[in-house]
Structures are given as C-alpha cells and as structure tokens.
C-alpha cells in the first residue's frame, strides 16, 4: 500500500473518532476525552498538509531536485501539538485548583475504547514500511497515532474508575496533564530531529 494511501485512511479514521470524541466530551464533561478530540483535529490537518507535501516532494523527486516539505509539515505539527498540549495542561490546573465537575464514565469508556482500537489499527498501517524510516512527517503522523492508543487506553481505564468507585473525578484532569506532558516531551525530541534535518 502506497504511502499516500496509508495516510488518506488514517486521515479518514481520525475524522470519524475525532467527531465521536468532542460529542462525548462536551455531554459527558470530561477534559481528557476534549484534549484527545482536539488533538485528533490537529493531527488531521496535519495529515491533509502532509498529503499536499507528499504531493510536492514526488513532483521535486521527478525532476531530480529535494524537498523540504514534508519536513516543514512536521515542524508545524509538532508545534501545534505543543500550543494544543499547554493549553489543555492549563484548563486541568484550572479544574484541579476548583471542584472537577461531575463526569458521565459510560460513553467515555465506550468512546475511548474504540478510539484505541482504531488507532491501533492505524499504527499498523503506517508502520507498514521500514524504508520510511527517515521521513520525518511520516515519523510525526506514527508518533501521533500512537500517542492517540494510549491516551484512549488510559482515559477508557480512568473512566473505568470512576464509574465503579464514584470518586476519583480529579484523575480526569490529572491525566490530560499526563497526556498532554507526553505529547511535549514527544513534540520537543521530534522538533530536535526537524531541527538537525533541516540545518543538514
């Protein structure tokens, strides 16, 4: 399968949970399954500006010159994902300084869960080559999708939590601070990469 292809089905896949998402978010009232909404919305424009660089660097490739595009998308996707993940590190203090408002566990359980399971699926499709090793956008695109799996995993396990024990509402913002601290740690190394490759 084609690179372009892999990404238009992520791209696709990432559409469809990322309107699941903010529709549970907002009726369940959890900040977790919001931050993970807002990040599927980033990592689908990033995935669309991808395809378009795609698009320019084969053109490059056919008349024997390189292109810097696919790299400038991940620069800007990185970057995004660190403006995404502060701000949502911010919202979680705000609810974490007052009282974390009630959560509906259910749909987010139901919501997360699948997200995981579609990411998984994703993860395999863009991991399906060795050979792109060294593409940075695409290294972005797998590190987000990625981090997408696990975030659901865990959010589906926080909900879990609440939903038997009816306490507990705290851990709702205390891990979107954890997801959001990841993605950082994750963007910073990737930025570090983008940096190297474009002073090369």
Known sequence: MTQTRRLQIVLALNSIVFLCLIKVGFSSHSLSV???GGDYLLDSGAILMGLFAIYLRDRSDRNGEKSRATTLVALFNASLLLVLSSSVI??????????APEISAT???WVSVIA???MCFGVYLLNDDESEGDDLHMQSV?????????SAAAIAITAT???F???FLWVDS???????AVVIFQALKLLEKIRISLRG
Do not use: G
């Open 34 to 36: 919001l931050a993970m």
């Open 90 to 99: 911010f919202e979680a203090l705000l609810r974490l300084s007052n009282k």
């Open 107 to 109: 749909p987010v359980i």
């Open 116 to 118: 995981a399971l579609v």
């Open 142 to 150: 797998l590190l987000d999708t990625l981090m997408d799996s696990l």
């Open 161 to 163: 939590i609440i939903m």
């Open 165 to 167: 024990t009816h306490r």
């Open 174 to 180: 205390a891990l979107a601070i954890l997801i959001s």
